[in-house]
Every structure is written in C-alpha cells, then in structure tokens.
C-alpha cells in the first residue's frame, strides 16, 4: 500500500487549493480511505474519512462548508478540496488508508485512524 499527497503550498486567507493522493498497490474500491492533518503542537486531526466505495462519509465540524471530499476511482486517487481558507487549517495534510474488515464507519476512521499513511503535504495559510 503507497499513497502520494501532493498540491499543498502557501495561500492567503480565503483562498483554495486542491490535495490529491495517488494510490497504488490496492485499489481504493475495497478501503477506507481519508484525510488527515496535523498542525506544529497538535494532535493528529481526522479532517473527511470515507468507510468504503459509497460508504459513510464523515467530515469534521472544523471544516465542514469548507472542504470537499472525492474520489476518482478510475484514476485511484483521491481529492480534498479546500476552500475559504483559514490560517487555522495551516498544517501537513495526508492520505490514508484501511482495509476495513470490520466495516467500521468513516467516522471511526476519523476518530481513531487508519493502517497506513501516505507521505503529507505542506498547506500554509498566511497573509
């Protein structure tokens, strides 16, 4: 099991971006699959975890309006959307993944995290 995030950077406040993870060596269809980020001093956080392929999705009330989870199946990949940036939401974002054997809910997974985690990726929110 690989996963790649990439698409962090510096943004100002309000502004956008788009994380992608790639997958590789399983096939998303039959994992749970998520986003999770950790600021400097802080806790992991479970921002949008998914428990399967049209599972329960779960996304945190921190970002809820804000961030868009998706999936392209086709390509294994996987997407966080970011909008309405705020300097709070500064943090190393990755991707992770679970079999699932017990069919657990995405936000279990939020909650209590996943297998295995991808290389993150930097998102800075500053003026």
Known sequence: VQLQASGGGLVQPGGSLTLSCA???????????????????????????????????????????????????????????????KPEDTAVYYCAADRNFHDYSGTYYCKYGMDHYGVGTQVTVSS
């Not at 998303?28 to 921002?47: H, M, S, T």
């Open 23 to 85: 997958a590789s060596g399983f096939t998303l269809d039959n994992y749970a699959i998520g986003w999770f980020r950790q600021a400097p001093g802080k806790e992991r956080e479970g921002v949008s975890c998914v428990s399967r392929r049209g599972g329960s999705l779960y996304t945190a009330d921190s970002v809820k309006g804000r961030f868009a989870f998706s999936t392209d199946y086709s390509k294994n990949t996987v997407y966080l959307r970011l909008n309405n940036l």
